[in-house]
């Protein structure tokens, strides 16, 4: 039988612009594509920051310069869904063709239910578009009411709320799809953000974090890996210091002592981490693994990354 595997790229995976992503999804493809190869089901899901950020700041540029529509944040997720996806899966399908293999790769427009109480609409976390000076953040925001942070040393972002995901909507069609052998693309950016409201739902100006999403994804679809792809091979503690040490293997306790020492940072590696402990929490069986991208099927082998695992 096939193992299922979901595949939550970084933004290491895509670009910044849409020429820098049409040259980096042709290695990403690659890399996919060798895991669908070795005979896995595969998931992918991907991040969306400097994205929707882009197409927010354009659209919100055009709406107070030329008098264009106001647009929603939920639609500008949308939209960065679709860009994203139609760049993955034009260039999957190519080197699924050039294989010589006989699948179909599709992009599903995914919602991610969350509560309309959840704390993180009163504490904006989750960065999104570019890096800024402290100057050029603070002339931004006094313009436009935005709220900025620093994030990891790199610079300021904009944050927005980042509430937890409560249910993927399109769960069972992402399934349905999967079991017919359809490489899909899904859950983009997190989801699109959605509240109840009476019997439908509406979307929220928010950015799930795509990690969170992923596990989710993970579990519903009782996924056999879960593996997260990053800008690093290994899980590391004391990052960027003499005494770095990289991980092969990280318990749940050890994994709770170093978030409480405070050795994975907010808008780096913890969401990572607490995605993996999500879904080993509730796949007994199940593997989390985080690593590089190109060292994706070694990681599965046993060789590199470093895996999560449940334990003391």
């Given at each position: 039988?096939?193992?299922?595997?979901?595949?939550?790229?970084?933004?290491?995976?895509?670009?910044?612009?849409?020429?820098?992503?049409?040259?980096?999804?042709?290695?990403?493809?690659?890399?996919?594509?060798?895991?669908?190869?070795?005979?896995y089901?595969?998931?992918?899901?991907?991040?969306?920051?400097?994205?929707?950020?882009m197409?927010?700041?354009?659209?919100?540029?055009?709406?107070?310069?030329?008098?264009?529509?106001?647009?929603?944040?939920?639609?500008?997720?949308?939209?960065?869904?679709?860009?994203?996806?139609?760049h993955?899966?034009?260039?999957?399908?190519?080197?699924?063709?050039?294989?010589?293999?006989?699948?179909s790769?599709?992009?599903?427009?995914?919602?991610v239910?969350?509560?309309?109480?959840?704390?993180?609409?009163?504490?904006?976390?989750?960065?999104?578009?570019?890096?800024?000076?402290?100057?050029?953040?603070?002339?931004?925001?006094?313009?436009?009411?935005?709220?900025?942070?620093?994030?990891?040393?790199?610079?300021?972002?904009?944050?927005?709320?980042?509430?937890?995901?409560?249910?993927?909507?399109?769960?069972k069609?992402?399934?349905?799809?999967?079991?017919?052998?359809?490489?899909?693309?899904?859950?983009?950016?997190?989801?699109?953000?959605?509240?109840?409201?009476?019997?439908?739902?509406?979307?929220?100006?928010?950015?799930?974090?795509?990690?969170?999403?992923?596990?989710r994804?993970?579990?519903?679809?009782?996924?056999?890996?879960?593996?997260?792809?990053?800008?690093?091979?290994?899980?590391?503690?004391?990052?960027?210091?003499?005494?770095?040490?990289?991980?092969?293997?990280?318990?749940?306790?050890e994994?709770?002592?170093?978030?409480?020492?405070?050795?994975?940072?907010?808008?780096?590696?913890?969401?990572?981490?607490?995605?993996?402990?999500?879904?080993?929490?509730?796949?007994?069986?199940?593997?989390?693994?985080?690593?590089?991208?190109?060292?994706?099927?070694?990681?599965?082998?046993?060789?590199?990354?470093?895996?999560?695992?449940?334990?003391?």
């Amino acid at each position: 039988m096939k193992k299922k595997i979901v595949i939550a790229l970084g933004g290491n995976a895509l670009g910044k612009t849409p020429e820098e992503q049409l040259k980096l999804v042709k290695k990403t493809s690659k890399n996919i594509v060798d895991l669908i190869e070795e005979g896995y089901d595969v998931v992918v899901t991907h991040g969306n920051g400097p994205q929707v950020g882009m197409i927010n700041l354009a659209l919100s540029y055009a709406h107070e310069e030329i008098e264009t529509p106001d647009m929603p944040f939920a639609e500008c997720g949308a939209m960065s869904q679709g860009y994203i996806g139609y760049h993955l899966q034009q260039s999957i399908q190519k080197e699924l063709l050039r294989r010589k293999m006989s699948k179909s790769c599709i992009t599903l427009i995914t919602q991610v239910l969350v509560d309309a109480k959840d704390k993180a609409f009163t504490n904006p976390t989750k960065p999104i578009g570019n890096f800024y000076t402290k100057e050029e953040a603070d002339e931004i925001a006094k313009e436009s009411g935005y709220f900025f942070k620093e994030d990891a040393g790199r610079g300021y972002r904009r944050v927005v709320a980042s509430p937890k995901p409560v249910k993927i909507i399109e769960s069972k069609v992402i399934k349905d799809l999967v079991s017919k052998g359809n490489v899909v693309i899904a859950a983009g950016g997190g989801g699109i953000p959605v509240v109840k409201k009476w019997n439908s739902v509406r979307g929220v100006d928010a950015v799930i974090d795509k990690d969170k999403t992923s596990a989710r994804l993970a579990i519903d679809l009782e996924a056999d890996i879960f593996l997260i792809l990053t800008a690093v091979d290994k899980v590391c503690i004391n990052y960027k210091t003499d005494n770095e040490q990289k991980l092969d293997l990280l318990t749940v306790k050890e994994a709770k002592k170093y978030m409480a020492d405070g050795e994975f940072k907010e808008g780096s590696m913890l969401p990572k981490i607490e995605a993996c402990l999500e879904y080993v929490n509730h796949r007994k069986n199940g593997q989390a693994i985080i690593t590089s991208l190109e060292n994706a099927k070694e990681a599965l082998l046993g060789k590199t990354g470093t895996m999560i695992v449940r334990g003391g």
